[in-house]
Every structure is written in C-alpha cells, then in structure tokens.
C-alpha cells in the first residue's frame, strides 16, 4: 500500500495502464498544456494535475491537447474506440457535457446496440463535477443521474483514492463507455492505494463503510465523507448506520442496497444533485418497489434543493447536503413510527 | 479516365447497385411494407464509388442519415443490408439499427448517423487512430472520411472536427456533398458561403479540392490526387462534390420546394450513371451491351435481396434486451 493523493491515483493508475497497453491514448483540453506557448509543453501538465509527465513519457500521438471543442473531443474518443484505441478523454468540467452531450448521449453510448452487438466502443469520458470550489452554476454541478439514466453507459463516482485505482483501472481495461466522474473537492484526499499493478473493482459491488443495525445510509463521492461523518456521530448516541458507497450508479448494487434496508427498515439517501428527477428518487422508487414490507418510515433523501448552485460562501455552503443535515434526516426516520 | 476496363465495370455495376437499391425502397416504401424514416441516396452514386473506389477495409468511413450509398460503395453486403432496413434480426445490425444506423466495422464503415453533424468528430478520430497506427510499407497512411451534406456543413461539430483535424494533423477527408437541399431548405438560403462549403475547410486551414459530384470520372480523378495528399502525412483535406438529389429529404417527402421541372431537368442532364453510360461508351472503353448486362444482373441481385428481406426472420422481444452492453 502506498499512501497518495485523489488526484494521483488517477494520474498514476492512467500512466501505468499507458505504460502496460500501447492502444490507451488520453484527450483533451490542456491535458498537455502549454502548447503553443513561450512555456511550451508540460507548462501545466493538465489543468487538475492528473496528466503531469503524460507528454513526455508517451508523446503527441497518445496524448492528445485538443482545442477546446468539447464534442469533438467525445466524438474522436468514439472513433477511436472503434478503431481499436482505449482513449480517455477528459472533460474539464463535467458540466460541460451539455455542450457535448450528443455525442455521449446518441453516439458512443448507442453504437454497440445500434450496430447490432458487432462492435465495442472503450472509451473513458472523464468527468471532473461536484461542489464546493464556489465555481457557481456552469462549474460546479452533478450530472450523473442523466448519465446514469442512458443504456449503454456506465457510470463511476469513487469516493477514495484506493477505489479511485481499481475503478479507473477496472474502467480502462472494460470493452464499454464509462463515465468516470471525479469529484474536484476530493483531489486533496490521502489514503491508502494498493501497489498490485492489476488491483481492479468490478463494476456494480457497493462498499459498505460503516456498519449499524437501525438506518441504512447510501452516498456516493463526496457524500460518502459526509454520511460517515453524521454515522460517527450517531453512533456515539448508540444509532448504528450502514454505509454504503454505491461506488458505480450502473451498474447499482441493488442487492447490497435492499439487504441493508431488510436489516435496518429505514433509508436515508444523500445526494449532491438537485432532488427532482434525480440518483435519490431512483433509489428511492427501487427500494419502495421492492422492499416495501421492509421499511418502518418514509425514505429519507438529503439532496441539493431545485435550485442552480449559488456563487456565495454562505449559499453554497446552505445548496449542499452536510452531516448536520443528514444526521437530522437519520432522526426523523428513526423518529417514525 | 485512367481506369482499366474491369475497374470501369465495377464502378458502373456499384453505382447501379445503389441506384436500383434506392429506386426499389422507393417503391417498395410507398407500399408501406417497411418501417421507420428512410432518406434515399440516389443520384449522388458518383461520389460515394468514385471515393470508396481507392479505399481498403482498413480506411474508415462515417457516413449520414443518407446512408445507403456510402455503405454499399464502402463494400456492406446487399442483402444483410436489405434485411437490415425491414427490421429483420439477420439484418447487418439485427434490425437494432435500421435505415439510419447501417454500420460494417470489419468493412471500415463506421456507422450510418441519424444525427446530422455527428458524424465528422468520429470521423476525426478514427483519423488520429490511423496516425498512430502510422504508414505502412509504402510511405502511405490510412484514411479516415466524413462524409457530410450541405445540411450538416451548418452544424458546430463539424466545424470543431475540421479544426481538430487540422490541430492535430490527423488524415481526414471531409467530402461535401452539396445536393442543394438541407432537408427542405435550399442551400443559398442555409449556408452564408457564397455558394461554396469548400471555402470554409479553407479558412480552417485545410487544402480543399472542388468537382462535379456527377460526373465519376471528375470525383474519382480528384480523389486519387486527394488521397496521394492525405496518405502521405501532410494533414487532413477537404472536397466539396456539387451533387443532385434525385427523391425528397425523406421518403413521403412531398418535395414542394422544386423548381417546376427541375426533377426532370436534372434527370436528364444531371444523372451521374447517364453521364457515366455516355461518356464510356462514346469513348469506346466499354459496349453497351456489357452495360446492360450489368443492369440485369444488378437488378435480379435487388429483387432477390428485396424476395430475401421479406422473408428473413424476424426479431423477437428477448432481443430488445441484447447488446445494450458487452457485460453488465
């Protein structure tokens, strides 16, 4: 086990597949930078610091500075996952995907199906989201529920830097897309990340971070820290909550989510989107569906409100779910007779 | 003409190909027998056979909704293809895809696309596979084209795929097929250009090439020099191909938009696979009569897709629920 940033695990766990299959190429906007500047290449080494070396160690053709052209930088990671490369493309900001979205949405996610199973489309599309920078309502957001809600894509949201390496090495080594999302406000993150050059996570096995009896918590990302911190503080009132970090929203562990509920009748669900439409009523409509004679009070779910997220400190912070807010919906479920 | 008799006959019996596949969806459409929106190539065989002509399998093609042409020049079986737009689960695409959605891999054909513009960015990467992949044997690398229409020469994407293609040195071809008609609105009106799209690959930076879409011998002898350009690494490049449509944007399309006469006017003078008939046989590079027994082979080859299509087994609902992943 070595002991890193987020951020260097993907950096790293990207470099070494580079290193181990010639066919992986990255694209994207300033994943070189510096290109065409007094400073010259490698001046930023990706604007997330997640491509550092990347230029120098495999080359213009493999890492690819695009323009800023957000939908042919998707569309060229679909041709060339057609034509036998693995290409990550990087999306700087994952709200940005409405400015590529057709690409995503009617082009790599539909070839295989459209194409009558006769071809695999391997493309990675990485998407860096999330709160808490104070970047506003075009930097900042969430969109893995629309991308969760389209066939033929699989969507990630590690919450560590050891899961960050088995996913995004899991995602670089699958014959699907993959929408792997990288929460920006995790990049600072320590842990422990394991040394095993071929240490994957299978795609649709939650984890469960705490154990408890009475309420069962589901998060994703940066809400994952979160549910542990109010779980950590229930538990010292004697409240034992499941955690569990869904890990990838599809596939969904359903079997690990409905399990937990059985044990526990009561759901909190924590989610960084807006509430309408969203991850939270999904898991909520699956679990109402199909573990109804289980629960013991109405299912609970911290989301963002309907609103686009505000610039200021103090709005910003009131947009977000935090641990006050999810220990309060952990009482009221428990409060429910 | 620089080309050999049996290469002439195979142009002429593909460019048939495709106008008989189109003339008989056309009436077989209008029976109502077959489902879904189909948009009929026909009139435009010159481009897609004089370009695919000097392709291999491993040179990529991304082409529109105005599929039918590049996909049966670019070699994607007859008949799989046939049954493919009835909907049938031995179609090339299971009947999962349909008129819009014909793809080949293995034939380099990357995919029909129901979305106009979408096609371009694909296109541009399968470009920056084939330079990685680098030259061959013979200094020559592949290709990779995007096949686009006056139509989509409008949308953002295919702006940003000229760019990245120049940025990145990438062997595209961008050919336009300027058929005039972007859906239902005529090109003078849609495209800002003053009557050219061949000027905007320009302004990107590109080398760009212009010729009569309806004359083979002009496409075919463009292409060649077009693709000594590509294959050789200097970058991409463009081609603007002037071009008719013979049938409406789409199939019902009740084409109210026409000039009075200007079916028959462009049937007349403006038919590629007339011209090429003319030019050949004034020529004396091929008989008439060879000709015609393309036609008849041609046209039983069609029937016999047409006879196969209808009779092809159908889809059942279990397969809705196939190849949406490879695992999941």
Known sequence: MARKMYRDAVRDTIFEEMKRDPNVVVLGEDVVGGMGTAGGPEAIGGIWSTSGGFYEAFGPDRVIDTPISESAIVGAAGGLALSGKRPIAELMFADFIGVSLDQIWNQIAKFRYMFGGKTKCPAIIRCIYGAGYNAAAQHSQSPHAILTGMPGLKVVMPSTPADVAGLMRQAIREDDPVIFMEHKALYGMKGEVHDDPDYTIPFGHARLTRAGQDVTILATGMMVGMAEGAADKLAADGIGADVIDLRTTSPLDEEAILDSVEVTGRLVIVDEAPPRCSLATDLAAIVANKAFASLKAPIEMVTAPHTPIPFARELESAYLPNPDKIEAAVRKALAYN | ?328
């Open chain 2, 1 to 328: 003409m620089q080309l050999s008799r049996e290469d002439l006959l195979e142009a002429y019996r593909r460019m048939k190909i495709i106008r008989d596949f189109e003339d008989f969806l056309h009436d077989e459409i209008a029976k109502g027998e077959i489902a879904g929106f189909t948009h009929l190539y026909a009139g435009q065989e010159a481009v897609a056979v004089g370009v695919c002509e000097h392709l291999t399998d491993d040179d990529k093609i991304v082409s529109t909704h105005r599929g039918h042409g590049h996909c049966l020049a670019k070699g994607c079986d007859v008949e799989g293809m046939m049954k493919e737009i009835w909907g049938s689960r031995e179609g090339l695409c299971k009947g999962k895809g349909g008129s819009m959605h014909i793809a080949d891999i293995d034939k380099g054909m990357l995919g029909a696309n129901g979305i106009v513009g979408a096609g371009a960015p694909i296109a541009v990467g399968a470009a920056i596979a084939a330079k990685i992949d680098g030259k061959d044997e013979n200094g020559n690398l592949k290709v990779s084209i995007a096949f686009s229409g006056d139509g989509a020469c409008n949308q953002g994407t295919t702006f940003e795929a000229m760019n990245m293609a120049v940025v990145t040195k990438a062997p595209a071809i961008f050919v336009f097929e300027n058929n005039h008609y972007s859906e239902h609105t005529g090109f003078e009106y849609a495209v800002g250009t003053d009557k050219d799209i061949a000027s905007r690959a320009e302004a990107f930076g590109m080398k760009v090439w212009r010729a009569d879409g309806t004359d083979f011998s002009a496409v075919h002898d463009t292409m060649r020099e077009v693709l000594e350009y590509v294959r050789a690494g200097n970058g991409p490049a463009a081609v603007e191909f002037d071009t008719e449509r013979f049938y409406g944007h789409f199939e019902g399309d009740p084409q109210r938009y026409r000039a009075k006469g200007e079916l028959d006017r462009i049937r007349a003078e403006r038919d590629c696979i007339k011209k090429f008939r003319e030019t050949v046989t004034e020529a004396k590079l091929l008989e008439g009569e060879e000709l015609d027994k393309i036609d008849a082979e041609v046209a039983s080859r069609i029937e016999k897709a047409v006879e196969s299509a209808r009779k092809a087994e159908r889809p059942t609902a279990e397969d809705v629920l196939v190849d949406v992943y490879i695992d999941y």
